[in-house]
């Protein structure tokens, strides 16, 4: 799926990190920028999956890094963890 990023915003405004509690934390406003922008309009009151998120976070930083984009550090690392797990456990 090909997708574009708003005009308005970067991919760093998503603000991602990892919480106190190990989850991962983003600015909810700028992915749902990304969204309208990609014609998948939701309520500001429709709570976003897990699956959901994951999916649209990915997408977004593969076409941010394709337009040169900068590595994220909480991207990168958790890259890093999917490496390791396959690496511990390939099919």
Request: aromatic fraction near 10%; proline fraction near 3%.
């Amino acid at each position: 799926m090909n997708v574009s990023i708003p005009k308005d915003i970067v991919f760093s405004d998503l603000e991602l990190r990892y919480g106190n509690n190990g989850q991962v934390k983003f600015n909810e406003q700028a992915l749902r920028s990304f969204l309208l922008e990609n014609n998948q309009e939701l309520a500001a009151d429709t709570p976003l999956d897990f699956e959901t998120v994951s999916v649209l976070i990915l997408m977004w930083y593969l076409k941010h890094k394709a337009l040169g984009g900068e590595k994220d550090r909480t991207m990168e690392f958790m890259f890093d963890l999917v490496d390791a797990q396959n690496e511990e456990n390939p099919h």
